[in-house]
């Protein structure tokens, strides 16, 4: 079993990502409603929150409703957005109080009135802070962010403001919502499933994937830990030889 004290600040990943999933079958296993398991989740969100600010870890980034979430029955998405409005309102003092800056990802303005006001206050509020960035994908999906990217650069392109030969990694990484993050060092899914389901695509082109079958209300400070200390230990090669690293 690896400890808090094995994890290496020079080593441990500086922008961690998670696909949170398995609410449902979490719910599903103990007879009770898929919504149980998202009330459930909340909780390990909270937990997972607080340890990667107790790790130090710099940027935290958390799958939260994908653009194909909307395809879920009313009910469930009516409850995910109360979940997310009242977890919000009860999180922000916590926020603060552990210098974390809120975020967001995603066509936060598809969300409900109440959502979307709540999200900008929470923002606002918490935009002077300094430690953890915390940033939740709501509404998120990789391919709509290319898509208004590729929409955005080619207005600028119409515009005179871009030169099309003078378009590359940069321009393109500043267009998208993730532009103030840098790329996802881990990034994590919980439930067994080994997919991506649209998120990232472009930011995690170098990330090293950590899967694990527990249902994300499951998840605990020891996987993370688990986590970081299987991700330390890995060889980033990015292209290069074992032996050019060296
Ligand atoms: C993840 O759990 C939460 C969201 C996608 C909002 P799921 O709701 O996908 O749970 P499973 O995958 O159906 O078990
Ligand atoms: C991905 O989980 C989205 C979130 C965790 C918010 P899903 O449960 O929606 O993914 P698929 O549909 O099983 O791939
Ligand atoms: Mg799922």
């Given at each position: 079993?690896?400890?808090?004290?094995?994890?290496?600040?020079?080593?441990?990943?500086?922008?961690?990502?998670?696909?949170?999933?398995?609410?449902?079958?979490?719910?599903?296993?103990?007879?009770?409603?898929?919504?149980?398991?998202?009330e459930?989740?909340?909780?390990?969100?909270?937990?997972?929150?607080?340890?990667?600010?107790?790790?130090?870890?710099d940027?935290?980034?958390l799958?939260?409703?994908?653009?194909?979430?909307?395809?879920?029955?009313?009910?469930e998405i009516?409850?995910?957005?109360?979940?997310?409005?009242?977890?919000?309102?009860?999180?922000?003092?916590?926020?603060?109080?552990?210098?974390?800056?809120?975020?967001?990802?995603?066509?936060?303005k598809?969300?409900?009135?109440?959502?979307?006001?709540?999200?900008?206050?929470?923002m606002?509020?918490?935009?002077?802070?300094?430690?953890?960035?915390?940033?939740?994908?709501?509404?998120?999906?990789?391919?709509?962010e290319?898509?208004?990217?590729?929409?955005?650069?080619?207005?600028?392109?119409?515009?005179?403001?871009?030169?099309?030969?003078?378009?590359?990694?940069?321009?393109?990484?500043?267009?998208?919502y993730?532009?103030?993050?840098?790329?996802?060092?881990?990034?994590?899914?919980?439930?067994g499933?080994?997919?991506?389901?649209?998120?990232?695509?472009?930011?995690?082109?170098?990330?090293?994937?950590?899967?694990i079958?527990?249902?994300?209300?499951?998840?605990?400070?020891?996987?993370?830990?688990?986590?970081?200390?299987?991700?330390?230990?890995?060889?980033?090669?990015?292209?290069?030889t074992?032996?050019?690293?060296?």
């Amino acid at each position: 079993m690896n400890t808090i004290e094995e994890i290496d600040d020079r080593k441990k990943p500086r922008h961690i990502a998670i696909i949170m999933d398995g609410n449902g079958r979490w719910a599903k296993e103990k007879g009770r409603l898929r919504v149980f398991g998202h009330e459930n989740g909340v909780t390990t969100v909270r937990r997972t929150v607080e340890s990667c600010v107790k790790f130090g870890i710099d940027y935290l980034t958390l799958y939260t409703f994908s653009t194909e979430n909307w395809n879920r029955p009313k009910y469930e998405i009516d409850t995910l957005m109360r979940l997310l409005v009242s977890s919000l309102k009860k999180e922000l003092k916590t926020f603060n109080k552990n210098n974390v800056r809120f975020n967001t990802i995603g066509d936060i303005k598809a969300l409900p009135k109440n959502a979307y006001e709540e999200l900008l206050e929470v923002m606002e509020k918490t935009k002077e802070n300094t430690g953890m960035t915390l940033t939740l994908a709501l509404s998120y999906g990789a391919r709509d962010e290319m898509l208004n990217a590729v929409k955005q650069i080619a207005v600028k392109v119409k515009n005179n403001i871009i030169s099309p030969e003078n378009i590359d990694e940069t321009i393109i990484n500043n267009h998208l919502y993730t532009h103030n993050l840098p790329d996802v060092d881990l990034l994590i899914r919980t439930s067994g499933e080994h997919r991506i389901s649209n998120f990232l695509l472009w930011q995690i082109a170098y990330a090293e994937l950590y899967f694990i079958d527990v249902y994300w209300p499951d998840f605990k400070e020891q996987h993370l830990i688990e986590a970081i200390i299987d991700y330390q230990n890995r060889e980033r090669r990015f292209g290069k030889t074992s032996e050019q690293l060296n």
